[in-house]
C-alpha cells in the first residue's frame, strides 16, 4: 500500500501542470508561499466532492441569490472604487431580479457590518487561515445563481499573486455549483504575475472574464491565451446621488467659485502612487503641486477642490491632501476647498458632474468624472489608465507618472496643458460617453442572459 504522502504529491501533480510547477518552485518551497499549493490541493479535493451537489440539483422556488466576491474583502466600504462597482453591478441586476438577495464576502467582521450597513448581506468565509472547504460549505448553503468577482486591478498578481489566484479558483468553484459567474471588467498590466498563467487557462469555461480595456485584453490575450471580453469598467453604471446634505453644501461653495468667474478644478493624490512606501517623494509630490496651482491659479481663475476618494488607514488620499490644503491654504483663501466630510462613491460622482475637471491619481474617480461627462487628466500608475483614456478617444498627453511628475517643472506643464485643453476633452468624453456605458453594461449581460453564459467568438485569435 503507498504512503498516504505519496498520494498526496501525485494529487498536486495532477492539479498543477508541469509549466505551473516550475513557476511556482519558489512558492512551494518556501514557507511563506507553502499555503498556495495547500489551497490549489484543497480545491482539486472539493472540486471532486461537489459533482453532483450544484450542476444537478433540483430548482427552487425562493428568491435568486448573487454572491459577490470583491478585490478587498477586508476593507468593502471604505474603499470608493470597490463600492463604486459593487452598487453598480448589484444595481443593474436588481433592476431584472428585483428580490435577487446579494450576499458579498468578507474577512473581518468591520467589513461584514459595512456590508449590512450597504443594505446587503455579509458572508465572513475569507479569513486567515485561508480554506477552501468553508468556502465549498458555505457556497453549497447559499447556492448561489449567480457570482460576480471584482477583478478591478488585482487579478493580474501586481499586490497580490496568492490572493489573484484564491479569488480566480473561488470563482470556478462558484462556477461548479451551477452559478453564472462574471469576472468585472479588470486591468491587466504589463507585468502580470507568471505562475497566475495556468491558473486562468485552467477556469470553468463557464467563467465570464471581462477586461475594462482594449490594452488590458491585449496583453491577457497574450499572457494567458485565455478567451475574454472587452468591456468597459463596471463603475460606470453607478448613479450618482446629488440629493445629499454633503453634495449640497459642495455645490454651494462651488457656486460662489462660479459666481467670481472661476472655474473649478478636483485634485486628488494619494500614496498608493508609490508602489512601496515612499514618505520623501510624496512630501516632494505635494510641494510641487502646491507650487503649481498657486500659480495657475492666479494666472486661470482656477479654483481648487481637494477630493478623496479612498479612505483606508494608511492609504487614504487625505495623507496627502491634508497637507495640501495647509499648503495652499494661506495664498488661495477660499479658492481652494479640502473636501473633508466622507462621502459615499455616488455622492463623489454626483460632485465631480459640477466641476469643470479633475486631475487625479484614482482611477475610479477618473471613471466617476468620465461618467458624469467631465474631463480628466491622471497621474497614472500601474500602467492602467492609458486604456480607459482609449475608450474615450483621449489623447496620453493628459498622463503623468508619479517618476515623471517629480522631474522639475514637468507637472506645471502637465497642468497648465489641461487648463487650456479640458473644454475640447470634454467634448470629446461626451461624445463617446454612451458607447462605453454600452460596454460597461455588458459586465453583467451574460448573467442575464438566457442559459449558459455566452462568450464571444474569436476571429482570427482574438475577441471579436
Given at each position: 500500500m503507498r504512503p498516504p504522502e505519496e498520494?498526496?504529491?501525485?494529487?498536486?501533480?495532477?492539479l498543477i501542470p508541469v509549466p505551473v510547477r516550475r513557476q511556482l518552485r519558489g512558492w512551494l518551497n518556501s514557507a511563506k508561499n507553502t499555503p498556495f499549493a495547500v489551497d490549489l490541493l484543497e480545491l482539486r479535493r472539493w472540486q471532486?466532492?461537489?459533482?453532483?451537489?450544484?450542476?444537478?440539483?433540483?430548482?427552487?422556488?425562493?428568491?435568486?441569490?448573487?454572491?459577490?466576491?470583491?478585490?478587498?474583502?477586508?476593507?468593502?466600504?471604505?474603499s470608493r472604487g470597490d463600492e463604486a462597482m459593487i452598487e453598480a453591478a448589484a444595481g443593474e441586476m436588481k433592476r431584472v431580479y428585483p428580490d435577487l438577495e446579494i450576499y458579498?464576502?468578507?474577512?473581518?467582521?468591520?467589513?461584514?457590518?459595512?456590508?449590512?450597513?450597504?443594505?446587503?448581506?455579509?458572508?465572513?468565509?475569507?479569513?486567515?487561515?485561508?480554506?477552501?472547504?468553508?468556502?465549498?460549505?458555505?457556497?453549497?448553503?447559499?447556492?448561489?445563481?449567480?457570482?460576480?468577482?471584482?477583478?478591478?486591478d488585482v487579478l493580474d498578481g501586481y499586490?497580490?499573486?496568492?490572493?489573484?489566484?484564491?479569488?480566480l479558483l473561488v470563482a470556478d468553484l462558484m462556477a461548479?455549483?451551477?452559478?453564472?459567474?462574471?469576472?468585472?471588467?479588470f486591468s491587466f498590466n504589463s507585468r502580470p504575475a507568471k505562475a497566475l498563467r495556468e491558473v486562468f487557462r485552467l477556469l470553468d469555461p463557464g467563467v465570464v472574464l471581462n477586461l475594462?480595456?482594449?490594452?488590458?485584453?491585449?496583453?491577457?490575450?497574450?499572457?494567458?491565451?485565455?478567451?475574454?471580453?472587452?468591456?468597459?469598467?463596471?463603475?460606470?453604471?453607478?448613479?450618482?446621488?446629488?440629493?445629499?446634505?454633503?453634495?449640497?453644501?459642495?455645490?454651494?461653495?462651488?457656486?460662489?467659485?462660479?459666481?467670481?468667474?472661476?472655474?473649478?478644478?478636483v485634485f486628488n493624490i494619494h500614496p498608493m502612487l508609490f508602489k512601496k512606501p515612499e514618505p520623501a517623494k510624496l512630501e516632494r509630490m505635494i510641494e510641487l503641486a502646491a507650487d503649481a496651482m498657486v500659480r495657475l491659479s492666479r494666472q486661470h481663475d482656477a479654483s481648487w477642490l481637494l477630493l478623496a476618494h479612498d479612505y483606508?488607514?494608511?492609504?487614504?488620499?487625505?495623507?496627502?491632501?491634508?497637507?495640501?490644503?495647509?499648503?495652499?491654504?494661506?495664498?488661495?483663501?477660499?479658492?481652494?476647498?479640502?473636501v473633508e466630510q466622507v462621502l459615499s462613491a455616488g455622492e463623489i460622482k454626483a460632485v465631480v458632474g459640477l466641476v469643470d475637471g479633475v486631475i487625479t491619481g484614482r482611477m475610479h474617480l477618473a471613471i466617476a468624472a468620465l461618467g458624469q461627462g467631465t474631463p480628466v487628466a491622471a497621474i497614472t500608475y500601474q500602467d492602467k489608465f492609458q486604456g480607459l483614456f482609449a475608450?474615450?478617444?483621449?489623447?496620453?498627453?493628459?498622463?503623468?507618472?508619479?517618476?515623471?511628475?517629480?522631474?522639475?517643472?514637468?507637472?506645471?506643464?502637465?497642468?497648465l496643458h489641461f487648463l487650456g485643453g479640458y473644454r475640447a476633452a470634454g467634448e470629446q468624453v461626451r461624445q463617446m460617453l454612451p458607447d462605453v456605458m454600452d460596454l460597461s453594461r455588458a459586465n453583467v449581460a451574460p448573467l442575464l442572459e438566457d442559459g449558459a453564459p455566452r462568450i464571444v467568438p474569436e476571429v482570427g485569435g482574438k475577441v471579436a
Open positions: 498520494d498526496e504529491e501525485d494529487d498536486v501533480k495532477q471532486i466532492a461537489r459533482k453532483d451537489v450544484g450542476v444537478n440539483a433540483a430548482p427552487r422556488n425562493d428568491p435568486r441569490r448573487l454572491v459577490l466576491l470583491p478585490s478587498d474583502p477586508w476593507s468593502i466600504h471604505q458579498i464576502v468578507t474577512a473581518t467582521s468591520a467589513a461584514s457590518a459595512d456590508v449590512r450597513a450597504m443594505g446587503f448581506k455579509p458572508l465572513e468565509i475569507w479569513k486567515q487561515p485561508f480554506s477552501y472547504e468553508t468556502v465549498a460549505q458555505e457556497l453549497s448553503i447559499t447556492r448561489p445563481d449567480f457570482g460576480v468577482i471584482l477583478g478591478a499586490y497580490s499573486p496568492v490572493d489573484a489566484a484564491r479569488m461548479a455549483f451551477g452559478a453564472k459567474v462574471s469576472v468585472l471588467g475594462r480595456d482594449a490594452i488590458s485584453l491585449q496583453r491577457f490575450d497574450d499572457f494567458a491565451r485565455k478567451r475574454a471580453r472587452l468591456v468597459a469598467d463596471a463603475a460606470f453604471m453607478l448613479t450618482p446621488r446629488a440629493d445629499t446634505v454633503a453634495v449640497k453644501q459642495i455645490a454651494a461653495k462651488i457656486a460662489q467659485q462660479r459666481e467670481q468667474g472661476r472655474k473649478v478644478f483606508r488607514p494608511g492609504i487614504a488620499d487625505d495623507n496627502c491632501l491634508r497637507p495640501l490644503a495647509a499648503r495652499l491654504q494661506p495664498a488661495l483663501g477660499e479658492h481652494v476647498h479640502h475608450h474615450f478617444g483621449i489623447s496620453e498627453q493628459l498622463l503623468l507618472s508619479p517618476a515623471q511628475f517629480l522631474v522639475g517643472d514637468s507637472f506645471e506643464a502637465f497642468l
